[in-house]
């Protein structure tokens, strides 16, 4: 079984910085491991729908982002920690949400469609005051 654990969340002013941790353990039926996952991080925030933020590859080579957080957010994985990191500058208000991250081990490259990630963290919530 596979298991994700985020971190990092917290209460920053507008403009300020976090970086949120995703630390995966386990592993799939098939005996696949963090450095095998495409690697998502989603968020939700009060009242709306669960949306896309970041995604990267097995690697790391491939990232794509949401138009709404691109230029100011960074993904990144160390697949020597099994870790997955989101780097968060220039934050709005608009950011504030719980923040998920997610693991597809199906494909090579992380997509934008949450259903096909099969592992899910349990969030970690993000405010940003103005």
């Known amino acids: 079984q596979v298991h994700l654990v985020e971190t990092g969340g917290a209460l920053v002013q507008a403009g300020g910085s976090l970086r949120l941790s995703c630390t995966a353990s386990g592993a799939t039926p098939f005996g696949n491991t963090f450095s095998k996952f495409a690697m998502g991080w989603f968020r939700q925030a009060p009242g709306k729908e669960r949306e896309f933020v970041a995604a990267?590859?097995?690697?790391?080579?491939?990232?794509s982002y949401a138009d709404s957080v691109l230029g100011r957010f960074n993904i990144s994985r160390d697949n020597a920690k099994d870790t997955l990191y989101l780097l968060m500058n220039s934050l709005k208000p608009e950011d504030t949400a719980v923040y998920y991250c997610a693991a597809d081990p199906k494909h090579e490259i992380g997509r934008n469609n949450g259903a096909q990630y099969d592992y899910w963290g349990q969030g970690t919530q993000v405010s940003v005051s103005s």
């Open positions: 990267i590859s097995w690697r790391g080579g491939a990232t």
